[in-house]
């Protein structure tokens, strides 16, 4: 399976841009690249995903790299509300659609 | 409304008690999992479940048990052969298409004692 690296944690101030970076160097040409986050104490609340292409939906944008080794969540204006840790995950495609996460990124979003 | 509820949300059993964690959902979905977390940690998968009638282990599955005889429930036994059962439980569901996204339910938080 295709692992991912994302930095332990992030600032952001308010109002401002959030861009957190994921490095999946080994993610194979058919699995694609997906974004949760986790506010403290709750279930996972899916973000986004892409396989080649850049997404863009009501919450995220999602930009992948030319050659899918890495890829960028971006919150186009943050909010106190956007503070939670970010994963980023490749799926897992010989065993269904199963989620494989790590140990994520810990935004804070600051006023 | 549409989702997935588990309850409850917090559970207390004694050690060598086995207990079992409820997990419905209404979406009509075929595939559902459950997930364990620690503390600062990310999500491991316990077991998952594609059809009714079928399961299979996920990455821990050792000291856990699952059925699918239903398919809006996916209850998850903990057993007492389970070593360090004290966690947050997570249960997901999704349609099981290639490339569709998992809801998850708000989570039990099982603590043993």
């Known amino acids: 399976d295709a692992k991912t690296t994302q930095p332990t944690s992030m600032d952001c101030a308010e109002g401002r841009a959030a861009n957190l970076p994921c490095n999946h160097s080994t993610i194979s040409g058919n699995e694609y690249v997906y974004w949760y986050r986790q506010i403290h104490s709750q279930g996972p609340q899916y973000i986004i995903h892409?396989?080649?292409n850049n997404e863009t939906n009501e919450m995220a944008s999602l930009i992948i790299t030319e050659d899918r080794k890495s890829s960028t969540l971006i919150l186009p204006h943050a909010t106190l509300r956007d503070t939670a840790v970010y994963y980023c995950i490749v799926r897992t495609i010989n065993a269904g659609n199963m989620l494989t996460f790590g140990g994520g990124t810990r935004l804070m979003v600051k006023p | 409304d549409g989702g997935i509820t588990q309850s409850p949300k917090y559970l207390f059993r004694k050690e060598g008690q086995n207990v079992t964690l409820s997990c419905e959902q209404n979406?009509?979905?075929?595939?559902m999992y459950w997930y364990r977390q620690d503390p600062g940690q990310g999500l491991r998968l316990i077991y998952y479940?594609?059809?009714?009638?079928?399961?299979q282990k996920g990455d821990i599955a050792e000291g856990y048990s699952v059925s699918r005889e239903k398919k809006e429930s996916f209850p998850l036994t903990v057993t007492s052969a389970q070593k360090n059962p004290t966690a947050f439980y997570l249960c997901?569901?999704?349609?099981?298409?290639?490339?569709?996204?998992?809801?998850f339910g708000p989570g039990t938080r099982l603590t043993v004692t």
């Open positions: 997901a569901s999704s349609t099981g298409g290639r490339s569709d996204e998992q809801y």
């Open positions: 892409g396989l080649k």
């Open positions: 979406l009509n979905h075929d595939a």
């Open positions: 479940s594609q059809i009714v009638n079928d399961f």
